[in-house]
């Protein structure tokens, strides 16, 4: 069974680790999650030679490479301050697959205390933040889309929606199917792109229907996904990490 | 070497070595506490839930609920045992009453066609009930026999409301099952069923078409339990 | 399906994006799978309700993994206590001889027709086709199957065959192969079929059934089940034939409660099923029914091989719900029969592949998004994600080895690609290098990228990377303090 997590105290210091995607593709994502952090007096440490989670090798089933890459990340933390993660996915990863990733290498303590010393940047704030916020946005009807990993491997179904309630301006729509997958997957997108195009498209149709202005995601694929969907058709319904989200409306 | 030897064999040199049992907590399948009450509510709304018709009626007068409800429902010929109470009460009860008494004690294979085409009902005894699911608990026996429950368009359980337990474990546990199991032991829990055509359910797909459970009080009927 | 030529249909998982493509661009099978996964998945919830489902979840695994711990043991205590009851043991190594098996009783009892309830191991072994060759005729009882059967199909799901046809297709079928009058009426086309399925019941010279717990405590069979076919299969013919995976057994009777109220709730969202057959011999002395032969086939199948590996070892703990498959999105798009197996969804990627072997089932494992929902249902707690991903370490060729045509998809261009990511990943240097000057060629970025930008827009590279925006963010914070 899962064990509860025990939070710790707010910390002064945390680590940032960034994610691939949101170092490429969506840095100001990464840089509103470090400004919400250090708006409530935590010190983020960046280290700068990070680079990837190695996800996208190990779901391929490349364990040798993700391993690989993993190891290059597991030094970056030397301090034992929380590893904050503005991605459920990535942070999954992180924190319930290096374990076993490790798991009888040199490497397997040091595996287990990063993995215990990850959170997920929504998770950081609700439980460990307890962050209070002063929406200062227009009001808006948002539609939510938490990550499966989120969701499901971290169990944060919770946390994001949790976050969008304290915006006193904002409406949380209620779509069907919001546990759905949005058919992102990383490489299923590629391996089986009709399949995913299929249920991304649901995805989209659920979030038009259920009357949002615009989405709000905690996970880069996701967002990369069903904005991407969005802008094909040529739609106005626009994504935002909820980081960005959170800071944009707040600050 | 046999299928059985290699198979066997295989399983025993696992590669990955022995594998050790963990041990189990059933607590989340027993303990439900229930009253005598809660526990007949709590049957006749999930029987009810699937289509089984429940009669309350008091123990000593049980056959005039059963006279009843044969002719409403057009029964003009049941099946049932001898032997047990509640068969050879009701043979009495409906000597003249119009119904044609069918015969189990027979070998099927003497009279099958007659039971696939020409019993309108199957009246048994049960050995118990479940309150948590609803379900009726019956060993079948020589004396009333496997397809009587089954074959006929009607099965008419009679059910002693003292018998209800509470879980399927603590029926098994309490009747120390693994003691000793019979040919055949059921649960039945309403009338045959089907969701096979685009999720519709239809009833009496091919075993009964309608399930009533005559429910005998030994005392008086329970508060709002009303007799048909 | 209705516009497909009339005949034998046929699947294979070698198919997989055919036949996926054939289903998405089907908006029949489409409407007709997301309707009934919506219904169930919201029966299952609501029939969890009142029940501390982790801990019964947990008790559910807990039982499956005592059961596979003391496999070898329980098989022997389960034959020795069914020979006991009068109830004949067989031994199979593999689908084959299973086939045979049940062949050589009919044969015996000079049996030409076969009654049959659900049974997935003898979709698995193909015993009917096996029964046909040799004569004999096997029909299918359990209505789905029945459907199924009569329009020349495989089941499209474990649990509910016929999932994939709609009332109108239905009655299409009952009226071409069966000869009644084109009805919409379901308690019409139920009550015909009753008619016709009770003479078959009468005229059937042996019953086969599938088993889903094999108790080996006492040496009971027990049967799950709503329409009753079932229990006619096993009380009616003289002879009674079940076939198992040498997985099902249980060690206790008490071990069954659980798992009961696990696969009905988990399967259908019933609190119980109709019926739960319990089946303990053959006819005994003085009883005026039942079969007076009860034979049970325990059929290997590769289950053997699955079980000498600690990971892929919890695929066993399967008792055949369908809940992960009800909860797929992949599944829900494109249909039970596009996996081209007797499993399909997500316990049949992770179980195909052991049957099989990965180069035929080489595109299952990677037919998932690893969205979770399936191990999230599971009622015996298999970690179903985990296993996709193992299989596709052994896919490329890096896993244990321990599944067939292991290393099937391994591509030195696709390994090459990783190698270099792997090599980017380990050099901070140059990756940051490699994001930036990304960034700094954003206008460079295709607008077409595959089958990705097919449905949506391409991503592009910002023009600043996080690890440049965090250094210019301290280096303006320094400033700050220090100015102080």
């Known amino acids: 069974m899962t064990a509860v997590k025990l939070y710790p105290p707010r910390p002064d210091k945390v680590y940032l680790f960034g994610t691939c995607l949101i170092d490429l593709l969506y840095p100001e994502a990464g840089m509103d999650a470090l400004r919400l952090l250090e708006r409530e007096g935590i010190e983020v440490l960046y280290p700068q030679d990070q680079t990837c989670c190695g996800q996208p090798a190990y779901t391929s089933g490349y364990q040798q490479e993700a391993r690989a890459v993993a190891a290059a990340q597991l030094d970056l933390f030397p301090e034992p301050w929380p590893i904050i993660v503005p991605s459920g996915s990535c942070g999954g990863m992180m924190r319930k697959h290096y374990p076993g990733l490790f798991a009888g290498t040199d490497l397997e303590a040091q595996a287990n205390d990063v993995a215990g010393r990850i959170f997920e940047l929504t998770e950081f704030l609700v439980h460990v933040c307890h962050l209070d916020l002063e929406d200062h946005g227009e009001p808006e009807r948002v539609a939510m889309h938490t990550s499966c990993s989120a969701r499901r491997e971290m169990g944060l179904a919770e946390t994001g929606p949790a976050l969008l309630a304290g915006l006193g301006q904002v409406e949380l729509v209620e779509q069907a199917r919001a546990s759905e997958c949005c058919g992102f997957g990383g490489t299923f997108a590629v391996r089986h792109p009709e399949i995913s195009a299929a249920m991304v498209e649901d995805k989209t149709q659920a979030i038009e229907a259920a009357g949002a202005q615009c989405f709000v995601t905690s996970d880069c694929g996701c967002m990369m996904n069903i904005g991407g969907r969005f802008e094909q058709q040529g739609k106005s319904i626009k994504g935002e990490h909820i980081a960005s989200y959170l800071w944009r409306r707040t600050s | 070497m046999s299928a059985r030897e290699t198979i066997l064999k295989r399983l025993r040199e696992r590669a990955d070595g022995a594998l050790s049992a963990p041990e189990s907590d059933f607590s989340v399948v027993t303990g439900r506490g229930w009253s005598p009450q809660e526990r007949l509510a709590r049957f006749e709304h999930w029987i009810g839930s699937v289509h089984g018709e429940v009669i309350h009626v008091a123990e000593d007068d049980w056959t005039g609920a059963l006279t009843t409800l044969l002719v409403d429902k057009g029964v003009r010929r049941l099946a049932l045992g001898k032997r047990h109470p509640v068969a050879a009460e009701a043979r009495l009860a409906l000597a003249d009453a119009g119904v044609a008494l069918v015969d189990v004690d027979r070998d099927i294979e003497q009279w099958q066609r007659e039971q696939f085409e020409n019993v309108d009902a199957g009246l048994t005894s049960t050995r118990g009930a479940i309150a948590e699911t609803g379900s009726l608990w019956l060993w079948p026996t020589p004396d009333e026999p496997r397809l009587m429950s089954l074959v006929p368009p009607l099965h008419i359980a009679v059910l002693d409301a003292a018998t209800l337990e509470d879980t399927f474990f603590d029926v098994m546990e309490r009747h120390e099952w693994a003691d000793g199991m019979p040919t055949n032991a059921l649960l039945i829990s309403g009338p045959s069923k089907t969701a096979d055509i685009e999720q519709t359910l239809a009833y009496g797909v091919h075993g009964p078409r309608e399930l009533v459970v005559i429910v005998r009080h030994a005392t008086e009927l329970p508060e709002g339990a009303g007799r048909e | ?484």
Request: charged residues 25%.
């Open chain 3, 1 to 484: 399906m209705s516009e497909q030529a009339p005949g034998v249909h046929t699947y294979h998982p070698r198919e997989f994006h055919r036949q996926a493509h054939e289903s998405l661009d089907n908006p029949q099978i489409r409407a007709n799978f997301r309707k009934a996964m919506d219904g169930l998945m919201a029966k299952r919830c609501d029939s969890f309700d009142d029940w501390d489902l982790e801990a019964l979840r947990e008790l559910g695994a807990n039982i499956r993994l005592r059961a596979l711990a003391r496999l070898p043991d329980l098989l022997e205590q389960l034959e020795a206590n069914c020979e006991a009851n009068g109830v004949r043991v067989h031994w199979a190594e593999d689908g084959d001889e299973a086939c045979r098996i049940v062949r050589e009783i009919c044969e015996s009892h000079g049996a030409t027709s076969v009654i049959k309830g659900k049974s997935m191991v003898t979709e698995e072994m193909h015993l009917n086709d096996h029964l046909e060759e040799a004569g004999i005729e096997a029909l299918e009882s359990d209505l789905g199957e029945y459907l199924v059967q009569l329009n020349q199909q495989t089941p499209s799901h474990i649990i509910m065959p016929a999932i994939h046809l709609n009332t109108d297709e239905i009655s299409q079928i009952m009226h071409d192969k069966t000869g009644i009058e084109r009805t919409r009426d379901v308690d019409a086309m139920t009550a015909a079929a009753r008619q016709q399925l009770r003479e078959r019941f009468m005229a059937a010279g042996v019953g086969v059934s599938g088993v889903n717990f094999a108790v080996a405590e006492t040496g009971t069979l027990c049967l799950v089940e709503n329409e009753g076919n079932g229990r006619m299969t096993t009380t009616v013919p003289p002879v009674h034939v079940a076939v198992t995976g040498i997985e099902k057994v249980v060690e206790h009777l008490r071990d069954v409660p659980p798992l009961y109220s696990l696969l009905t709730r988990s399967a259908t969202g019933q609190h119980v099923t109709t019926y739960f057959n319990m089946i303990g011999s053959p006819r005994k002395e003085g009883e005026h029914d039942g079969p007076k032969e009860v034979h049970l086939v325990l059929v290997d199948g590769g289950r053997s091989d699955i079980y000498q590996d600690d990971e892929l070892l919890d695929t066993l703990r399967c008792i055949r719900c369908g809940a992960c498959m009800n909860h797929c999105p992949v599944y829900t798009r494109v249909g039970g029969h596009t996996y081209g197996t007797t499993y399909p969804g997500p316990i049949g990627s992770i179980l195909s592949p052991h049957l099989m072997g990965l180069e035929e089932t080489r595109d299952l494992p990677t037919a998932s998004s690893l969205c979770g929902a399936c191990g999230e249902v599971c009622p015996v707690k298999i970690p179903i994600p985990d296993l996709l991903v193992r299989l596709r370490q052994e896919s490329v060729g890096e896993g244990r080895g321990n599944v067939a045509g292991a290393g099937v998809k391994r591509s030195r261009k696709e390994l090459a690609a990783w190698k270099g990511f792997q090599w980017l990943a380990t050099h901070p240097s140059a990756w940051r290098a490699g994001t930036s000057m990304a960034g700094k060629l954003r206008g460079l970025t295709p607008a077409k990228l595959g089958a990705w930008t097919r449905h949506r827009t391409a991503p592009k590279p910002a023009s600043t990377t996080l690890h440049a925006l965090v250094k210019q963010h301290q280096a303006a914070k320094t400033d700050k303090e220090e100015c102080r």
